[in-house]
Nanobody, 128 residues
């Protein structure tokens, strides 16, 4: 069974940090484009960051540029999202997803429908 599992969410004060993990089971993430998405209450799910198949090319949505860092550890079959200087507007459910495509580049503007495997999400709450 192909599965993605997110972890690392929680409650943090503004200015704090969290590191989310996206671990795969049943398949390898190694050659796939991976994306992180989030959905705030009452809002549509949006792309946050993505990483290309070889880990050299990444993309970030404007609201998180300079604060979030995506990385991948192929040996652990895991992708991470380091989130620093968190703001209340970062609150939401964070999802990771995998695209069945080997591509050097990625874009947070890529249609979510091209991602075929999704995790169940992890809650991130930024509040004082």
């Amino acid at each position: 069974q192909l599965q993605l599992v997110e972890s690392g969410g929680g409650l943090v004060q503004p200015g704090g940090s969290l590191r989310l993990s996206c671990a795969a089971s049943g398949f390898t993430l190694n050659w796939r484009n991976i994306g992180w998405f989030r959905q705030a209450p009452g809002k549509e799910r949006e792309g946050v960051s993505c990483i290309g198949s070889y880990g050299d090319r990444v993309d970030y949505a404007d609201p998180v540029k300079g604060r979030f860092t995506i990385s991948r550890d192929n040996g652990k079959n895991t992708v991470y999202l380091q989130m620093n200087n968190l703001k209340p507007e970062d609150t939401g459910i964070y999802y990771c997803a995998a695209r069945p495509i080997r591509a050097y580049y990625c874009s947070t503007s890529t249609s979510q429908s091209t991602y075929d495997t999704w995790g169940q999400g992890t809650q991130v709450t930024v509040s004082s």
